[in-house]
């Protein structure tokens, strides 16, 4: 998938994501809790049977896990996860992981992910529980609206004194949509860039 087409979020975490570039994961759709993502088998992933080594499909499915959850705008990160290995992969296999969401309680987020080979056979199921890990304040207040690029070329800006968005939180441009605590943005604010790593 074209980095151009992915959310915003999910390219920062790839542009980090050592391992998920080593598996060669390529991001086929990617947005608030929706992620699939595809990766191929090579040789230097199987174990002493011939066989890919079982955390070659759970890192498969817990980085497809992490794209669906964080890009709904909380930097979230696993508490628990089980994964049932359901049929052998082998080298040369096409594994797609799919994120499932099943209930958002706001920090704790339960998700499943399904992992099937080229077959459309199912070889793995993960399912877990995220929690978001920024204080209370922070991005989880708000989830940001990526609009469209303005006809300078350049994206949008975020209001200087949202205090809702802290300075050190994204380096994407969004425009915050305040949820329980509107009072906390001021979008008529001086515009300013938002530049902060995860």
């Known amino acids: 998938m074209s980095k151009d087409n992915l959310d915003p979020i999910v390219a920062q975490m790839m542009d980090k994501d050592a391992f998920s570039q080593w598996l060669g994961i390529d991001v ?17 992933m199987v174990n002493g049977f011939g066989i890919a080594h079982g955390a070659i499909t759970y890192a498969l499915a817990d980085s497809t896990l992490a794209f669906a959850v964080n890009a709904k705008g909380r930097k979230s990160v696993s508490v628990t996860s089980t994964i049932q290995h359901l049929a052998p992969v082998h080298t040369g296999d096409v594994l797609t992981a799919r994120a499932i969401p099943r209930k958002d309680g706001g920090k704790i ?10 077959s459309g056979a199912h070889v793995a199921w993960l399912t877990a529980t995220d929690t978001s890990v920024l204080k209370p304040g922070g991005i989880n207040r708000c989830r940001p609206t990526i609009a469209s690029q303005t006809d ?12 809702a968005f802290p300075a050190r939180q994204w380096r994407h441009a969004a425009r915050p949509q305040c949820g329980r605590r509107p009072a906390r943005c001021s979008t008529d604010a001086p515009q300013a860039r938002m530049s902060v790593p995860l």
């Not at 987020?109 to 080229?118: A, C, G, R, W, Y």
């Not at 300078?152 to 205090?163: D, F, T």
């Open 152 to 163: 300078s070329g350049k994206p949008p800006v975020v209001p200087a004194n949202c205090r």
């Open 28 to 44: 086929v759709e990617s947005g608030p809790d929706a992620c699939v993502c595809r990766m191929t088998v090579r040789p230097d």
């Open 109 to 118: 987020v339960h998700v499943d992910v399904e992992v099937s080979n080229q």
